[in-house]
């Protein structure tokens, strides 16, 4: 392994689509890490799905090998990172295991929200911030303006920007020189006691848990027996290395190094990502800080398919956290979909992108039930309670009060779109707190508004009046009071718990309304009326219908007496009634699905 001295450890941060992955691709083939003809783009974004929607979900680890100018060789480890606010924590967690930041902004939009968001958060560790301006090589790229903003908006020297086209390979090799001399080395003992961070894992099928981990002091080795400090579990260390594209066999990991080990470790639950790994003969005194508790903000409850499916769901539940530690979950049931769980997640995508990744790694079929946010509810005994689960909502005549969580939004747009982008503030129940222009053409505006507008179709709205141009951002600030109701959805009179949802009272009958209208036209039709209705209690504010098939009983009666028509028009007419009082509603799983898109969908 390379001596501390010759080793960088660095992330790149940024807004979304600001050229992160594109940077990593360029270095990676500079590195010659890749042959050519192998070489494909978002080379480290490795899941389909990320490929797919061009975005990067996980944070993923690289060693890059560099010969500088000096004539020594260094070890350079990049972690890639997400640029989307629903993965921030993962952002988090690749900062920490670094020494310095590449923060890249795009010479054609210049500082967005997520680029302060994510600088501030390397600030907090510490990090040496070296501002690079990507995509010089567009046409519409204002390289003048962009560094006035770094100096502006981020209070970074423009001077200290480096120029680089990740797209071209521009400006690479200064790039590279940059890193080596910019960013410091790790600081830390070869000889010490071992001490690294888990800063994420991985399920291998054959090899149980790998663990990635950077190593801040010590050094470890093939046979070492290691202790995780979170539950003095054991192991020996059957193999280990670096990442290079690919798992590669390392002799050890001294102090500053990334990478990965391998232990047998078969149960899931006793690798926790943010805890420190240590000898288990020569124990370091006191375990590295960690990560601070994930706060999810959304929560859904996820159900199999074919109730059968539970254990298989669970063990995939398990697996899924190991690699994605801001996911939470816990048992669940319902009446209408049987035994589940409740999970907890940073976000919308956050929801989506777990949904989808539980179809394609682990091919488990599962519905999502709306998502909901966690509100607090006073009861008139004076006690508090959380509630996240319409289930667990008390009777209106017991609860004092309700509080909800509320956000503060940050949205840096073009000031064309203000007026646009206020109307929707204002529908969403949002309070301006603040407006300031940036500079001629872009505008900041801070709204204080309730999370759970933002749930639905918040960012894709903001996305579409703006062309795609304004940037948002957001921080939970807190708990207000609010007017809180229950809304049921009932299906020929008998309530279905899976579609319950707390609503504010202002917005409950259009959301009623709107179910309503979508359940209509995914319930296939009987031979009897089947009402949908919304209710809060016993108030119903909402009913759609779907009306009856009609079975044509007087097809075979041609020509007769009309009294033996209406015999048989009659005997039908009492078989519906009777029908009616016995039949069941069967909702097919694509109703669920279908309440849970927004209009445009």
Same mark, same amino acid.
């Given at each position: 392994?390379?001596?501390?001295?010759?080793?960088?450890?660095?992330?790149?941060?940024?807004?979304?689509?600001?050229?992160?992955?594109?940077?990593?691709?360029?270095?990676?083939?500079?590195?010659?890490?890749?042959?050519?003809?192998?070489?494909?783009?978002?080379?480290?974004?490795?899941?389909?799905?990320?490929?797919?929607?061009?975005?990067?979900?996980?944070?993923?680890?690289?060693?890059?090998?560099?010969?500088?100018?000096?004539?020594?060789?260094?070890?350079?480890?990049?972690?890639?990172?997400?640029?989307?606010?629903?993965?921030?924590?993962?952002?988090?967690?690749?900062?920490?295991?670094?020494?310095?930041?590449?923060?890249?902004?795009?010479?054609?939009?210049?500082?967005?929200?997520?680029?302060?968001?994510?600088?501030?958060?390397?600030?907090?560790?510490?990090?040496? &911030?070296?501002?690079? &301006?990507?995509?010089?090589?567009?046409?519409?790229?204002?390289?003048?303006?962009?560094?006035?903003? &770094?100096?502006?908006?981020?209070?970074?020297?423009?001077?200290?920007?480096?120029?680089?086209?990740?797209?071209?390979?521009?400006?690479?090799?200064?790039?590279?020189?940059?890193?080596?001399?910019?960013?410091?080395?790790?600081?830390?003992?070869?000889?010490?006691?071992?001490?690294?961070?888990?800063?994420?894992?991985?399920?291998?099928?054959?090899?149980?848990?790998?663990?990635?981990?950077?190593?801040?002091?010590? !050094?470890?080795?093939?046979?070492?027996?290691? !202790?995780?400090?979170?539950?003095?579990?054991?192991?020996?260390?059957?193999?280990?290395?670096?990442?290079?594209?690919?798992?590669?066999?390392?002799?050890?990991?001294?102090?500053?190094?990334?990478?990965?080990?391998?232990?047998?470790?078969?149960?899931?639950?006793?690798?926790?990502?943010?805890?420190?790994?240590?000898?288990? =003969?020569?124990?370091?005194?006191?375990?590295?800080?960690?990560?601070?508790? +994930?706060?999810?903000?959304?929560?859904?409850?996820?159900?199999?398919?074919?109730?059968?499916?539970?254990?298989?769901?669970?063990?995939?539940?398990?697996?899924?956290?190991?690699? =994605?530690?801001?996911?939470?979950?816990?048992?669940?049931?319902?009446?209408?979909?049987?035994?589940?769980?409740?999970?907890?997640?940073?976000?919308?995508?956050?929801?989506?992108? &777990?949904?989808?990744?539980?179809?394609?790694?682990?091919?488990?079929? +599962?519905?999502?039930?709306?998502?909901?946010?966690?509100?607090?509810?006073?009861?008139?005994?004076?006690?508090?309670?959380?509630?996240?689960?319409?289930?667990?909502?008390? =009777?209106?005549?017991?609860?004092?009060?309700?509080?909800?969580?509320?956000?503060?939004?940050?949205?840096?747009?073009?000031?064309?779109?203000?007026?646009?982008?206020?109307?929707? !503030?204002?529908?969403?129940?949002?309070?301006?707190?603040?407006?300031?222009?940036?500079?001629?053409?872009?505008?900041?505006?801070?709204?204080?508004?309730?999370?759970?507008?933002?749930?639905?179709?918040?960012?894709?709205?903001?996305?579409?009046?703006?062309?795609?141009?304004?940037?948002?951002?957001?921080?939970?600030?807190?708990?207000?009071?609010?007017?809180?109701?229950?809304?049921?959805?009932?299906?020929?009179?008998?309530?279905?718990?899976?579609?319950?949802?707390?609503?504010?009272?202002?917005?409950?009958?259009?959301?009623?309304?709107?179910? !309503?209208?979508?359940?209509?036209?995914?319930?296939?039709?009987?031979?009897?009326?089947?009402?949908?209705?919304?209710?809060?209690?016993?108030?119903?504010?909402?009913?759609?219908?779907?009306?009856?098939?009609?079975?044509?009983?007087?097809?075979?009666?041609?020509?007769? =007496?009309?009294?033996?028509?209406?015999?048989?028009?009659?005997?039908?007419?009492?078989?519906?009634?009777?029908?009616?009082?016995?039949?069941?509603?069967?909702?097919?799983?694509?109703?669920?699905?279908?309440?849970?898109?927004?209009?445009?969908?």
């Amino acid at each position: 392994m390379a001596q501390t001295q010759y080793i960088r450890n660095f992330c790149i941060i940024a807004h979304i689509d600001h050229g992160k992955s594109t940077l990593a691709d360029r270095l990676i083939q500079k590195a010659r890490l890749v042959e050519d003809r192998n070489f494909q783009d978002q080379i480290l974004d490795n899941m389909d799905i990320e490929r797919e929607r061009g975005i990067t979900i996980k944070s993923q680890a690289v060693t890059l090998p560099y010969m500088a100018l000096d004539g020594h060789e260094y070890e350079l480890n990049l972690v890639d990172t997400p640029g989307h606010v629903d993965f921030s924590y993962e952002v988090s967690r690749a900062i920490s295991s670094c020494e310095g930041a590449l923060l890249l902004v795009d010479a054609t939009q210049g500082v967005q929200a997520q680029t302060l968001s994510n600088m501030y958060l390397a600030l907090e560790h510490n990090l040496e &911030i070296v501002p690079v &301006i990507n995509k010089i090589d567009m046409p519409a790229a204002d390289i003048e303006e962009t560094k006035r903003q &770094i100096e502006k908006d981020l209070g970074l020297d423009p001077r200290g920007a480096l120029l680089v086209s990740a797209r071209q390979g521009t400006g690479v090799d200064e790039l590279f020189e940059a890193i080596v001399k910019r960013f410091p080395p790790p600081a830390g003992q070869v000889d010490a006691p071992l001490r690294a961070l888990i800063f994420d894992c991985h399920y291998d099928p054959y090899r149980g848990v790998v663990v990635h981990l950077r190593v801040f002091d010590g !050094c470890v080795k093939r046979g070492m027996k290691i !202790c995780f400090m979170s539950n003095n579990s054991s192991y020996e260390v059957e193999a280990l290395g670096v990442f290079k594209l690919a798992l590669i066999e390392a002799a050890e990991l001294s102090a500053g190094s990334v990478g990965y080990i391998i232990a047998g470790v078969k149960t899931v639950a006793d690798v926790r990502v943010g805890d420190t790994v240590t000898g288990a =003969d020569r124990p370091c005194e006191k375990r590295l800080p960690g990560f601070r508790e +994930v706060k999810p903000v959304v929560f859904s409850s996820i159900y199999p398919m074919d109730s059968n499916d539970y254990e298989e769901l669970r063990v995939s539940m398990e697996k899924l956290t190991l690699n =994605d530690a801001s996911l939470i979950y816990e048992k669940d049931s319902s009446a209408a979909l049987g035994f589940g769980f409740r999970c907890g997640f940073l976000g919308l995508l956050h929801l989506e992108v &777990i949904q989808e990744r539980l179809e394609r790694e682990f091919g488990q079929s +599962v519905i999502f039930t709306a998502p909901s946010v966690k509100y607090k509810v006073k009861l008139r005994n004076g006690e508090e309670i959380d509630v996240d689960n319409p289930g667990d909502y008390p =009777d209106e005549g017991r609860i004092e009060g309700a509080e909800e969580p509320y956000i503060r939004a940050s949205v840096i747009s073009p000031a064309a779109y203000l007026g646009n982008i206020m109307n929707l !503030c204002m529908e969403k129940r949002g309070v301006q707190t603040n407006m300031s222009y940036l500079d001629e053409k872009r505008v900041e505006l801070v709204y204080d508004m309730p999370l759970a507008e933002v749930l639905f179709d918040f960012y894709d709205r903001l996305k579409s009046i703006s062309r795609g141009y304004a940037s948002f951002d957001y921080d939970i600030t807190g708990y207000k009071a609010t007017e809180l109701a229950k809304l049921d959805i009932l299906l020929n009179g008998k309530a279905v718990d899976a579609l319950s949802c707390l609503v504010f009272k202002g917005n409950a009958q259009g959301r009623a309304r709107f179910i !309503c209208e979508r359940l209509r036209d995914e319930i296939p039709r009987q031979q009897f009326k089947i009402p949908i209705q919304g209710a809060i209690g016993s108030q119903i504010i909402a009913r759609e219908t779907v009306n009856a098939l009609r079975k044509d009983v007087l097809a075979k009666c041609y020509g007769g =007496d009309i009294t033996r028509k209406r015999k048989l028009l009659e005997k039908q007419k009492e078989g519906k009634k009777r029908m009616k009082t016995v039949g069941d509603v069967e909702l097919p799983q694509r109703a669920f699905l279908a309440v849970l898109k927004s209009k445009e969908e």
